[in-house]
């Protein structure tokens, strides 16, 4: 993302949208993109695809937002092809909803042993992975609440 096009006019965008969880507004954001110089045809395109999920809309739009939220979009997705043993099994869009499934539940299974691992090999991974997954959707989680949570692989 070239920080040229981050004017504020497509910074109050976002933030309208992150903090509404709302996003209606993306083909203006498109727009303003594009005012601001954004030649980025596949960028522009997601922000005007009507059918675009609401977690592949939050995922563009913490890209647009600013660095840290882009780069915490960029690590989940990592993370995400880390714990799939590049299979594939393991999505940006699967780790957000199993994360919101986790909270609601207390508890978060993995299908492989590298994503239940990475949890039990330190308290700062569990902290990393929350910290990024709260800055994209919103949702923080408390150190409490975190804790509680437990992990455990379905093999």
């Known amino acids: 993302m070239n920080s040229k096009w981050r004017t504020s006019t ?60 882009a780069a915490a979009v960029q690590w989940l997705e990592r993370f995400a092809q880390e714990i799939g043993y590049e299979s594939g099994h393991y999505t940006y869009e699967y780790i957000v909803q199993a994360g919101h499934e986790a909270i609601r539940d207390g508890h978060y299974c993995w299908g492989t042993d590298a994503g239940a691992d990475f949890f039990r090999k330190s308290d700062d991974n569990r902290r990393e992975f929350f910290r990024n997954w709260s800055l994209v959707t919103g949702v923080v989680i408390p150190e409490e609440a975190q804790e509680g949570i437990t992990f455990s692989c379905a093999c």
């Open 10 to 69: 497509v910074r109050a965008l976002c933030r309208r949208m992150l903090d509404l969880r709302q996003f209606d507004a993306l083909s203006i954001l498109a727009d303003a993109l594009e005012e601001a110089g954004c030649d980025d045809s596949e960028l522009l395109a997601l922000c005007r695809d009507p059918a675009l999920k609401p977690v592949s809309a939050e995922r563009t739009v913490n890209l647009v937002y600013s660095d840290e939220t």
